[in-house]
């Protein structure tokens, strides 16, 4: 089993499964809230939605098919190493199961406010499309690094595509049961460390257009073994990541306990 075929199948799995706890949440939420005649819109918007991801993935194809470029693919492996760096910290925000519910009800309710099945039918459309966009940036970057679309990468999808359906089947059936936190934490882990590897593909891009310098650590050589790049210039760029990623996520954390205890401040200095 290639290493193609487990990234591209986890990749394609997290997003969809976050897609589907998204959707499958706010269907049963619709229902709580009595306007269970919009989950028809809601399904629509998530169809139309991967629809489209579909065209990106085609037009993306077609605006990328010309000759190869070293800079062109280092921008590409660099813009969704970003993205996963968002998105790991999305997940990790929102771990905790009453941030999450907020999170929901929040979306929800606005899009009930509107009175109108577009609302909730552009809801589940944003919802899934964002998946479905970050999907292709980053299935094209993991071929570009894995050096072209193999068989390997190909079947990781269609794999991950037959458990997804399986599992929007069980989605619907236990929405309201499935553990998050520890979904969010080991998805976010995940994300983190292949933007960190992207990182250190896209340096190795630049690295050969020379752009950047080339300072190889001798010592560390066994890193090319496991896909990273063992030079000075990409360990000092994912070193950075990693301590200001760490710097974020601390700082967040101690804002979200200080505004916890203003709360509780408040709560209890009401008669």
Do not use: C
Request: zero cysteines; aromatic letters at 10%.
């Amino acid at each position: 089993m290639s290493s193609a075929f487990i990234q591209a199948a986890v990749i394609l799995l997290r997003e969809g499964l976050e897609a589907m706890l998204v959707i499958a949440a706010l269907a049963g939420y619709l229902t709580k809230a009595g306007a269970s005649h919009r989950i028809q819109a809601l399904y629509g918007g998530a169809l139309a939605a991967i629809g489209a991801s579909l065209v990106a993935a085609w037009l993306f194809a077609v605006l990328n098919s010309g000759e190869h470029s070293d800079i062109l693919e280092g921008i590409i492996i660099l813009v969704a190493a970003g993205l996963m760096l968002y998105v790991s910290g999305w997940l990790m925000v929102k771990q905790d199961p009453r941030g999450w519910q907020d999170y929901l009800a929040q979306k929800a309710n606005n899009a009930l406010a509107q009175d109108t099945v577009w609302a909730v039918g552009a809801l589940a459309f944003l919802a899934v499309f964002r998946e479905g966009a970050e999907t292709v940036l980053f299935i094209n970057a993991l071929a570009t690094t894995e050096g072209g679309w193999s068989g390997s990468l190909f079947a990781g999808l269609g794999v991950a595509t037959i458990a997804l359906a399986v599992l929007f089947y069980f989605i619907n059936l236990i929405a309201q049961k499935i553990p998050l936190r520890p979904l969010f934490i080991i998805t976010s882990a995940f994300l983190f460390a292949m933007a960190i590897k992207f990182i250190g593909e896209a340096v190795q891009e630049f690295q050969e257009q020379s752009m950047l310098p080339f300072t190889e650590l001798k010592s560390l050589s066994w890193l090319d073994a496991i896909g990273l790049n063992p030079t000075v210039e990409a360990l000092s760029a994912q070193l950075l990541v990693i301590v200001f990623a760490l710097a974020t996520y601390s700082v967040f954390q101690r804002n979200s306990r200080l505004t916890r205890a203003d709360k509780d401040a408040i709560r209890a200095a009401k008669p």
